[in-house]
């Protein structure tokens, strides 16, 4: 059963950073496509980024410039590196693994 458990969320003042982990069970990233995802509310999940099994990496317009996705092949582990917040960056952040297996959800919060 392929599991993803994400983690590092928390409360942040404009400007400052955050990593978000995702360790996953059950698949290795080496293998995959690996994304993230985030839902503000009232908002539909949108795309954040996402890195290819070779280890492209895309990413919305939105956090362009200031996100980094990467992924530790030995500890089977995904990140996301969020510098720069913003408000508006404020959304409970998803990992996504193949496009279909989703993690629980860690809570972003950026404000002053």
């Known amino acids: 059963q392929v599991q993803l458990v994400e983690s590092g969320g928390g409360s942040v003042q404009p400007g400052g950073s955050l990593r978000l982990s995702c360790a996953v069970s059950?698949?290795?990233?080496?293998?995959?496509?690996m994304a993230w995802y985030r839902q503000a509310p009232g908002k539909q999940r949108e795309w954040v980024a996402s890195?290819?099994?070779?280890?492209?990496?895309n990413y919305a317009d939105s956090v362009k410039g200031r996100f980094t996705i990467s992924k530790d092949n030995a500890k089977n582990t995904a990140y996301l590196q969020m510098n720069s917040l913003k408000p508006e960056d404020t959304a409970v952040y998803y990992c996504?693994?193949?496009?279909?297996?989703w993690g629980q959800g860690t809570q972003v919060t950026v404000s002053s």
């Open positions: 996504n693994a193949v496009g279909s297996i």
């Open positions: 059950g698949l290795s990233v080496r293998l995959y496509a």
């Open positions: 890195m290819t099994m070779t280890g492209s990496s």
